[in-house]
Structures are given as C-alpha cells and as structure tokens.
Nanobody, 125 residues
Framework: QVQVAESGGGLVAPGGSLRLSCEAS????????IGWFRQAPGKERGGVSC???????YYEDSVKGRFTISRDIAKNTVYLQMNSLKPEDTAVYYC???????????????????WGQGTQVTVSS
C-alpha cells in the first residue's frame, strides 16, 4: 500500500525559506512520480512541482527559480526547497505519489495517486 506523509510547513516571513519533505512508503522511486500540489483558501488545488521516475523535474511558472524539488532515493523522500517565499505562496501543500503520470508540473491527475494529508505553509509578516 502506497502512503505519503508531508512535513516541514510553518509560518515564515516574506522572503524567507522553508523545506517541505514527503516521505513515501510502498513505492519504487524510479518507477513513480512524486508531485507537490497546493491549495490556497478559496482556490482550487493546483500543481506546483513534480519529479518523475527518471529524475526529471518540472515547475509551475510562478515558482520557477524559487522552488527546487529533489529526492533521496535511499530515504524514499522527496523535498521541496522553497526560497524567496511570497504571501501568495500561502496554502496547504500536498504530496502525491503515483505510477501513472505525465511529464509536467502537475504530473498526477486528481483522482489518481496516493495523497497525503497536507501541510500548511503561511507566508506573512
């Protein structure tokens, strides 16, 4: 059974940094994509970044140059390093893992994959 669990959210001032972690169990990292999505209050959940089985990475335009996705295969963990955070980055961030994916920042469609419970990121002074 595939399970994922996010951690690392919190409150940070604008311009600050956070690193989110997604620990996945029951997956083979080189056969799965793991993506980060976010949902801000009053908005639909949307893709942020994805790393696919072959290690390719993808980013939504608004986070390019600020966010970096990476993985530690030995730890079955994917990270999202978020720098230069803005108030508009405030959202619940979700991790999703799936063996069926496409090569883009929202690599796993809603209704597919195994989703975590989410972690809150708040960017505010």
């Amino acid at each position: 059974q595939v399970q994922v669990a996010e951690s690392g959210g919190g409150l940070v001032a604008p311009g600050g940094s956070l690193r989110l972690s997604c620990e996945a169990s029951g997956v083979t990292m080189d056969s799965y994509a793991i993506g980060w999505f976010r949902q801000a209050p009053g908005k639909e959940r949307g893709g942020v970044s994805c790393i696919t089985g072959d290690g390719s990475t993808y980013y939504e335009d608004s986070v390019k140059g600020r966010f970096t996705i990476s993985r530690d295969i030995a730890k079955n963990t994917v990270y999202l390093q978020m720098n230069s955070l803005k108030p508009e980055d405030t959202a619940v961030y979700y991790c999703v893992a799936g063996p069926t994916y496409y090569p883009d920042y929202d690599c796993i469609p809603e209704g597919f994959g195994s989703w975590g419970q989410g972690t809150q990121v708040t960017v505010s002074s």
